[in-house]
Every structure is written in C-alpha cells, then in structure tokens.
C-alpha cells in the first residue's frame, strides 16, 4: 500500500473521519511527550545531576532521535499495535471507532497529569482501541488474541527484569565502588546519569513512537479498504512528524510527574539514580527488539522500586507507590471502558 507523504495527505484531504483520526493521534502523541517522557529524565532531575528544565530539553531532543533511529532498525512494536484489534468491516464506522478510542485516550492521560499521577500513555493506548475494537464487532473477536498476548507478555518482562536489573545494577555499581571517595565518583555518576536519562528518553521515543506510527497506519489501512494483517515498511516522513510532536509535548513540561518518581518515591544518590536510569533503558531496549509493547512509566519506576530495595524495603515510598500501582491496574479496565463507550457513542451520533 501508498504510504507516501502525498498520498497520505491526498487522503486526509478527502476523509474526514481520517483528518480527525491523524488530528487525534497527534494529540495523543503530544499528552505523551509531556506525561510519559518526564519518567524518562525524573532520576536525573531528583538526583540533581541536572536542571529540570536542561533535563527536559535533552528528553525532547533524544524522543526525536529514538523515533527515528530505532524504527529504522526495527519496527516491530509499531506492527503489534497495528494487528493487535480487529477494526474490519465498515470502514467508515470503524475510523469512527478509532476516533473514540483516542479520545478517551486524551481524556485519560489529561486527568492523569493535572493530578501528577504518572500513567501509562502505552497501555492507555492499548486498552482504549482494545474497548473501541470490542464496540465496534459487539464482542472479544474486535481483539487479536496472539497479539494481544505481546502485551501480557511485555507486563511480565518489564516488571521482573525492570526490577531484576534496576536491583542488579545499583547493588553490582556499590560493590565496586564502597571504598572509593564519594566525593570524587559523585562527579563521574552524575555524567554517567546525564548519559542514562538520555539513554532512557531515547528508548521511550523508540517504543513510544512506534506505538502511535502503528495507530496512524492502522488509519489509513482503514481507510483504503486494505488488510491490516501484512507487514508494513513505516516511511520516514511519519517517524519525523511523530518526532516532532514528541518532542513538543516533552517541552511543554511534566514536573508533577518527575517529582513523582524521581524525588516523592524514593530518595536516591546518583549513583542510584544512574543505576534506575541503565536498567530501564536495557528492559525497553530488549522488548523493543523482541516487539513487546511496554510502558515507559512502567518500566522506569519498577527500575527505581528495585533500587530502592537495594537500601533497604522502607527507603520505597509505599504511599506513592500503591497510588501508582492503583493507576495502573485502573488503565486497562477503565480507559478500556471509555474507549467502548465513546465508541458507541460516536458511532450513534455520527
């Protein structure tokens, strides 16, 4: 199929209903760069290594450098989100579906930030199209079980090796360096922890954009009739514009979530800090290559859990944390439910 920047915009031109779907997929990208994105550089803003406003433009420029390069190599997750539901039929009514899933996606990550909570844009987005999808059939056949499972799977992954190695890499980095002079390795920690925050916001571009490429492919295959089954080369004008807007969002801000995890949910030396940031990109690294859809937020804060345990289990903030674990076991049940309705809703009105 076309996937040319022309073609694309000749479609937009002519499909209402797909100008809506790319104008809402861009603003969930956009709610992405600025609650998602923080996670990635919160240690390094908790850990004082860097200004938050320093930390949050160095986000921005390695979100764009992830979505580009990474996809490139590898893109893998992007098809996952493609296949992942069932959208056939009307094509007409299911862009419509499609409409309401992301914006229950946007009412979702929106509430989620004016309460500094730090949410899943990924499994917002997962759950919200799982719901429109299910709407749309009237039933469990709008969900692609093998696909799905991915997502299961990347739950498991993030959670055990996010916490293994953030546990791992902190206890392995004291080890090595408890008769050193604090005073000289907080120097070389806080570049090493400049160099993970970037490595972090890299690997959030690398999954994060892939997953919203992945919806506005599934956008124009809807819209042209075409089976969402078959593999697809991602053009480089789309991985720029998801760049871009990425980093926009990220620019924006995002401070009530990097205070979240990066000062209210453990108090961390850099050390500790680049520990966190070294595993989490090393966890999104590996379920980006295997294709496992994965959360940024997930993975960045089961990587501070596990350094945090290193201390010892009271240096862990178990308030913030249960608020956190909360958030996250609502996602999928919730911003699901609004996906189905708004799914029904707007395909009723229009």
């Not at 009514?93 to 929106?110: D, H, K, P, R, Y």
């Not at 709407?135 to 299961?152: D, R, S, T, Y």
Request: with cysteine.
């Amino acid at each position: 199929m076309d996937l040319s920047l022309g073609f694309f915009l000749e479609q937009v031109t002519t499909s209402p209903a797909l100008a809506v779907t790319v104008l809402l997929t861009l603003g969930v990208i956009l709610v992405n760069g600025w609650t998602d994105a923080p996670n990635a550089i919160a240690t390094v803003v908790g850990t004082r290594s860097m200004g938050v406003n320093k930390a949050i433009i160095m986000a921005a420029v390695f979100n764009f450098l992830g979505v580009i390069l990474m996809t490139a190599v590898n893109s893998t997750v992007a098809m996952t989100i493609t296949k992942m539901v069932n959208f056939g039929g009307n094509n007409q009514q299911a862009l419509i579906a499609l409409c309401a899933a992301l914006f229950a996606i946007v009412i979702w990550a929106t509430a989620a930030w004016w309460f500094g909570i730090p949410t899943s844009e990924s499994h917002a987005l997962i759950a919200g199209i799982s719901g429109a999808a299910i709407a749309l059939q009237g039933g469990l056949g709008g969900i692609n079980g093998a696909e799905w499972m991915k997502v299961i799977y990347g739950l498991i992954v993030s959670t055990f090796l996010g916490f293994g190695m953030g546990y791992g890499v902190c206890w392995l980095t004291g080890r090595v360096c408890r008769n050193m002079d604090r005073r000289k390795t907080r120097s070389v920690f806080q570049k090493a922890q400049i160099c993970g925050g970037a490595a972090m916001a890299f690997m959030h571009g690398a999954q994060d954009g892939q997953k919203f490429m992945g919806v506005l492919i599934l956008g124009v295959v809807l819209v042209n009739g075409a089976d969402t089954s078959g593999q697809f080369v991602l053009p480089i004008w789309m991985m720029i514009l998801c760049s871009i807007v990425m980093g926009l969002g990220t620019s924006i801000g995002g401070k009530k979530i990097i205070k979240s995890v990066g000062m209210d949910m453990v108090k961390m030396e850099t050390y500790q800090g680049f520990a966190a940031d070294a595993a989490g990109a090393l966890c999104l690294l590996c379920a980006t290559l295997f294709g496992l859809p994965v959360s940024t937020t997930h993975t960045k804060t089961i990587a501070v859990m596990g350094v945090g345990a290193v201390k010892r289990a009271s240096a862990i903030n178990l308030g913030v944390v249960k608020e956190m674990v909360f958030t996250w076991i609502l996602t999928f049940p919730g911003c699901g439910l609004i996906g189905y309705v708004m799914a029904k809703l707007f395909m009723y009105i229009f």
